[in-house]
């Protein structure tokens, strides 16, 4: 059984009713090798949109022969936040993979050695997965915590002061006893966690790291499901 389970959130875009966007997701998994049988929850906020409720039927049948895949459905809004949550109540498993629906991976890597690494590593608490090069840039660059190198087992690790809601690996003990406590429903978690970490201490608590040295190309892109109708 796998020690970790993924959740792809979503929310009524306005491609609705087509499932491109999230298939395009979906599909891009087979770049971090994870187990066939690894639980994936398509974790999807609250919507009235009669075409947000048409996706949903045909995602249904999409995942119908993918018995470890199911979609929950907030029964009310919660935006990011909220929408975690309510999935959080699927999940058992000691890590937990957080993924958007419009962030597809573009690079491999194998995510049983980003947990072996973590596992061996107490400092590895959020590993980002960067939608740009790993440099000092933006909200990684909002003070000088950026850049050290911590090189595991398996990979280097570039630590950032950015916490971010972009796809990211985290323990599921991590997310309940820190994040989900402090972070309340109707915004992002981003919007509570980003410009936190200004000292080491409490850089230690959040432990952020970006996968990869400096530099390394992005491994994940963005094909923006808010402001496209079509891939």
Known sequence: MSSYSIIITASHIQSHPSIDFIKCTIESLENIHMKNDTQIILAHDYSTNSNFHT????????????????????????HLTGNIRNAFEYIQTEYVLIIQHDLPFIRE??????????????????IRFNKRANIKTGSDAINDLFGKQLVSLNYIYTRTPS??????????DYYRDIILKECKNGKPMESYLITKSNTEVIH????????????????????????????
């Open 55 to 78: 996706y949903l039927i045909d995602l249904k049948e999409y995942i119908a022969d993918k018995h470890h895949v199911q979609i929950v459905v907030c029964d009310k809004y919660g």
């Open 109 to 126: 890597f194998e995510i049983e050695k980003v947990i072996e690494d973590m596992k061996n590593n107490p400092k590895l608490k959020h």
């Open 163 to 172: 916490w971010s809601d972009n796809n990211h690996l985290c323990c599921t």
């Open 204 to 231: 230690n608590k959040y432990g952020t790291y970006l996968l990869g040295q400096i530099n390394e190309p992005a491994y994940i892109k963005h094909i923006d499901g808010r402001c496209r109708k079509h891939l």
